[in-house]
């Protein structure tokens, strides 16, 4: 099977030791019969915002051919500042079809639920070589905001997840059209996503052909 890759969070391992992630996902890209590209944006906590640390950053992004933008840098806590990026993240519909990101982790839609995948080298790709930093990178936080963009209700069925803020099982929750909830991975998934070949259920979802 090809090697299907989504976002290498490996190169901001090189000054950063934990990483949040967060991006925008329509139900028409779920329910789309092709593979896709989307922006997601990438919370990187360095040690400071110094010119080197950033350029550091994006010379090893095109070292690995991954077209990054780099947003800014600012205060974080006392003793941590934060660099922002946006970077292409895959969903994935067919595996036989071409792949329009390779870079770490995707969504993959398959049998009516979305997961999140990693490669079969991720783990490999989070430790660092650095010394900026310690030598393994920390997933922090994984979420994204679920928009409703077609005309009729979406369900869903969270398989262990937080839905707006609140943990939710196997609890069918309806979304309106023109609406939007917010979806984030416990730490258990957080921490399942630092290994190769790894997969999170996030939902099953219910919807008219």
Known sequence: ???????????????????????????????????????VDVRVVVMSCADENIEKIKREFEKRKITARYNKCGSGDMFNEYA?????????????????????????????????????????????????MSDKINISSIEFSLTNDGMSDFVINPLLVFVDESPVFNTEITIPSFSKVLIKLPDVANKL?????????LFRFVHND
């Not at 490996?10 to 030791?17: G, P, T």
């Not at 996503?193 to 259920?201: D, H, I, Q, T």
């Open 1 to 39: 099977m090809k090697k299907i890759i989504g976002i290498c969070f490996a190169i901001v391992a090189l000054v950063a030791c934990t990483v949040k992630l967060s991006t925008v996902l329509n139900v028409s890209d779920i329910l789309s019969d092709q593979n896709k590209a989307l922006m």
């Open 193 to 201: 996503l630092e290994k190769s070949n790894a997969e999170y259920p």
């Open 84 to 132: 922002d990026f946006s970077l292409p993240i895959a969903i994935v519909k067919d595996l036989s079809k071409p792949v329009p990101v390779e870079n770490g982790i995707y969504f993959y839609v398959a049998d009516d639920t979305l997961s999140l995948r990693t490669s079969d080298n991720f783990a490999s790709l989070l430790v660092s070589d650095s010394d900026l």
